[in-house]
Nanobody
Framework: QLQLVESGGGLVQPGGSLRLSCTSS????????VGWFRKAPGKEREGIGC????????NYLRSMKDRFTISRDGAKNTVSLQINNLNPQDTAVYYC???????????????????WGKGTRVTVSS
């Protein structure tokens, strides 16, 4: 059974960093575009960025470019999201998802991601 699992969330102080991971049982993540999303309380789910099959193409939403870094490790079947200089507005549940679509200047649209994890919660607070 295909399953995506996010991990690495938790409580962090403003200015801190976190590294979230997305792994899978059932699929090889290298075969898919993998995207990261987040849903803050009271807001819609928003995209952060995505990484192509093989990892040679990474695309971020404009507002996410400075503090977010996506990478993949094929040997570990993992896609990671590094978040630096966290602030309270980053408080959200973070999700990874896979898409059969490639990256053509932009990440696939949200509806083009077909498998989703259940998310990992990040809380930024002093």
């Amino acid at each position: 059974q295909l399953q995506l699992v996010e991990s690495g969330g938790g409580l962090v102080q403003p200015g801190g960093s976190l590294r979230l991971s997305c792994t899978s049982s059932g699929i090889t993540l290298d075969y898919y575009t993998v995207g990261w999303f987040r849903k803050a309380p009271g807001k819609e789910r928003e995209g952060i960025g995505c990484i192509s099959r093989g990892g040679d193409n990474i695309n971020y939403l404009r507002s996410m470019k400075d503090r977010f870094t996506i990478s993949r490790d094929g040997a570990k079947n993992t896609v990671s999201l590094q978040i630096n200089n966290l602030n309270p507005q980053d408080t959200a549940v973070y999700y990874c998802a896979t898409s059969d679509f490639g990256i053509y200047g932009l990440c696939p649209a949200k509806h083009e991601f077909n498998y989703w994890g259940k998310g990992t919660r990040v809380t930024v607070s002093s």
